[in-house]
Nanobody, 123 residues
Framework: VQLQASGGGLVQAGGSLRLSCAASGRTFSSYSMGWFRQAPGKEREFVAAISRSVGNTYYADSVKGRFTISRDNAKNTVYLQMNSLKPEDTAVYYC?????????????????WGQGTQVTVSS
């Protein structure tokens, strides 16, 4: 599975962005998908995930109520709608694919990673 993230950019605090992650291959629906982010000098951290098949969603506490993850299996794409953005949301955002339905908040659950897209939120 190859993943291509897009949609990052510069936005003012309070604004919105929608990230997309397009996957190659015909097995997209068999993978749970996640978004992680990494700010300069910090560890890569979990943001959100959506399970395969049922489509259960999971969020980090820091983004709950502001971000929404969704997937379109017909388009082999996962999205991250980000609203009410804050300067602390500034990071490189990565999408990833996991062959499991559990422990999706852990990086080690994921087998494939995209290249990342920069999100910068100005105050």
């Amino acid at each position: 599975v190859q993943l291509q993230a897009s949609g990052g950019g510069l936005v003012q605090a309070g604004g919105s962005l929608r990230l997309s992650c397009a996957a190659s291959g015909r097995t997209f629906s068999s993978y749970s998908m996640g978004w992680f982010r990494q700010a300069p000098g910090k560890e890569r951290e979990f943001v959100a995930a959506i399970s395969r098949s049922v489509g259960n969603t999971y969020y980090a506490d820091s983004v709950k109520g502001r971000f929404t993850i969704s997937r379109d299996n017909a388009k082999n794409t996962v999205y991250l709608q980000m609203n009410s953005l804050k300067p602390e949301d500034t990071a490189v955002y990565y999408c990833a694919a996991a062959p499991v339905n559990y422990r999706l908040e852990y990086k080690r659950s994921y087998d494939y990673w995209g290249q990342g897209t920069q999100v910068t939120v100005s105050s």
